[in-house]
């Protein structure tokens, strides 16, 4: 019998057959990048496609968290790295997040003491908005899949005041290596690390977690702006391999969570197939689940609704995406889902 | 992947072994107290031990350890390792060696083996070699009569950065530090 999964792909096939546009492959070689991917800016971008992909070539800012865990007072992690060259400036829409407006040459910012102990860590304040829109409580017990190398768990762990539980999985031998290693030098206490694939856990913990972060394995379509290579790097079928994967873990992931609990999807990337296309899996496959408004004030835009012959539910709207010509960080989806009682 | 085949055990410590690490803890930091919750170590492994310490609900914990080790599921780790410790044989007895992580630092405030150092001197230990340094640049100064290689020192910044633990040896005016574990390490690693 084929599975639900299963059928939805079948039934979205066509999201992953292209045939580019003159104008899209024009944009295309203008900018390095393959042309269903232009097609599919145009498509879900419209007239900002261009605007987007001229940013894509801009550097971004590179940015800190402070680490609560190890700190006091994130001020006195500041005054620190001030004196030694650093200028550093509050991100306005994220707590503890610092952007690195000046760097000497020497220290790195890898490689400060303030770093090497722990006190920050260096993170995109974009990756931290899934957590915050976890919003995860001192008495939780938190799950989250995909966990290397660790700079969500560790924020996590951070709201928890190190307190509750986290469970963090990840599949990967030399990834898990980095998770514990990362988590070790931030002070994170709270937290259990399994080297697991999920899919083996979800009898374990079945209904189990009061929340759960899915960050996702994804082709980073949204780090364009970070690293040139990923505009040739996926094809179509890496594109639908990725979505297969994709609600393989959000169907798990659902699983796990508690009635009433919270399920946080996200990913850096901006590939409708990758998130909506994801989301509205689970809101055609399970009765009791509701996109939820995320509470923060980013500088986003709201999720796709209608993506080429697909019109998707209303709800997704609630998700958000980041954009480098919008919001100067890289492309990022966070989406923040509630299970019904 | 994890599996039966991994014989790992990750079980709570026992009164006895507990013990052991306190006493050689208070011995080779001159401590007067340790605050370290009995319920909230873990040990993990079998030839050789970490010990981990685990700050989250342990209710929790456990009922997510039962469920693991049901379907013979071992975690990496639970918390944060503080130690390692080494079952070695000696002349038909058994010996337990004990090696300090980063992490212990934390519960190593009330230890009077501690010395500061300013930036400069803590970036050349950074490197994980031995350096030496005049007497009076460490602060509490160290005598001679502190020349004991059992001991072991907390090393911290004028910043007050902890860095490490270190032995330290001294000779004439000068005294030369050996580090033992120091920060580097993440960097020396690639981590």
Redesign the interface.
């Known amino acids: 019998m084929e599975s639900s999964i299963d059928e939805y792909i079948k039934k979205h096939a066509d999201l992953f057959v292209h045939s580019p546009t003159a104008r899209a492959l024009k944009l295309a070689e203008k900018y390095k990048v393959l042309g269903y991917m232009a097609q599919r800016y145009l498509d879900f971008l419209k007239d900002e496609a261009e605007e987007f992909l001229r940013s894509c070539s801009l550097p971004l800012r590179r940015a800190i968290r402070c680490n609560t865990l190890k700190l006091d007072s994130c001020e006195r992690l500041v005054r620190?790295l001030e004196l030694k060259g650093f200028k550093l400036e509050p991100v306005k829409w994220i707590k503890y997040f610092y952007w690195v407006n000046r760097a000497p040459s020497s220290p790195t910012l890898?490689?400060t003491?303030?770093y090497?102990?722990g006190?920050y860590y260096i993170q995109s304040p974009v990756s931290g908005v899934p957590v915050v829109e976890l919003n995860p409580n001192p008495?939780d017990?938190v799950l989250d899949m995909a966990a290397a190398p660790g700079g969500k768990t560790s924020f996590i762990a951070q709201l928890?005041r190190?307190?509750?539980?986290?469970?963090a999985v990840e599949?990967s031998r030399d990834r898990?290596?980095?998770l514990?290693?990362?988590?070790?030098?931030l002070?994170?206490?709270?937290?259990?690390?399994?080297?697991?694939?999920v899919e083996?856990l979800v009898n374990?913990?079945f209904e189990r977690f009061d929340r759960v972060l899915l960050d996702s394995p994804c082709s980073g379509e949204g780090l364009l702006p970070l690293d040139p290579a990923r505009r040739t790097k996926t094809s179509p079928e890496d594109l639908l391999r990725f979505f297969e994967t994709q609600l393989v873990l959000i169907d798990d992931a659902y699983k796990m969570v508690r009635p009433g609990g919270l399920l946080v999807y996200s990913t850096c990337s901006i590939a409708p197939e990758e998130n909506e296309f994801v989301v509205e899996y689970l809101l055609e496959n399970y009765d009791d689940v509701k996109v939820e408004k995320i509470s923060g004030s980013y500088p986003v835009e709201e999720g796709l609704t209608e993506y080429r012959k697909y019109i998707l539910s209303e709800e997704l709207r609630h998700c958000i995406r980041f954009y480098p010509h919008k919001s100067g960080t890289e492309g990022f989806f966070v989406c923040k889902l509630r299970r019904g009682n | 992947?994890?599996t039966k085949k991994r014989k790992l055990e990750f079980n709570s410590i026992n009164t006895k072994l507990y013990n052991i690490i306190i006493a050689y803890l208070k011995k080779k930091f001159n401590c007067d107290s340790l605050d370290i919750p009995i319920e909230r170590l873990f040990a993990l492994g079998n030839g050789f031990l970490t010990v981990c310490?685990?700050?989250?609900?342990l209710e929790?914990?456990k009922i997510?350890?039962t469920?693991?080790q049901?379907?013979g599921?071992h975690?990496?780790?639970?918390?944060?390792?503080l130690l390692i410790i080494k079952y070695t044989k000696h002349k038909n007895s058994k010996k337990i060696k004990i090696k300090p992580?980063?992490?212990l630092i934390?519960f190593l405030k009330n230890c009077k083996n501690k010395i500061i150092l300013n930036?400069r001197i803590?970036q050349k230990l950074?490197y994980g070699k031995p350096i030496d340094v005049d007497l009076h640049e460490i602060n509490p100064y160290i005598g001679e009569h502190e020349n004991n290689k059992s001991k072991l020192y907390v090393i911290e910044?004028d910043?007050g950065?902890?860095?490490g633990f270190s032995r330290i040896f001294v000779y004439k005016n000068k005294a030369r530090i050996v580090p033992l574990l120091d920060?580097?390490w993440?960097?020396r690693?690639g981590?």
Not at chain 1, 162 to 167: E, F, M, T
């Open positions: 620190s890898g490689s003491f303030e090497l102990s006190q008495s017990t928890m190190n307190q509750g539980l986290i469970v599949s898990t290596k980095s514990m290693s990362n988590l070790s030098r002070g994170v206490a709270n937290t259990l690390i399994l080297r697991q694939r083996k374990i913990f | 992947m994890q310490y685990f700050s989250g609900n929790a914990a997510t350890l469920g693991l049901a379907q599921l975690p990496y780790c639970l918390g944060v390792p992580l980063f992490n934390n930036e803590v950074s910044t910043t950065i902890t860095i920060i580097g993440y960097l690693e981590k």
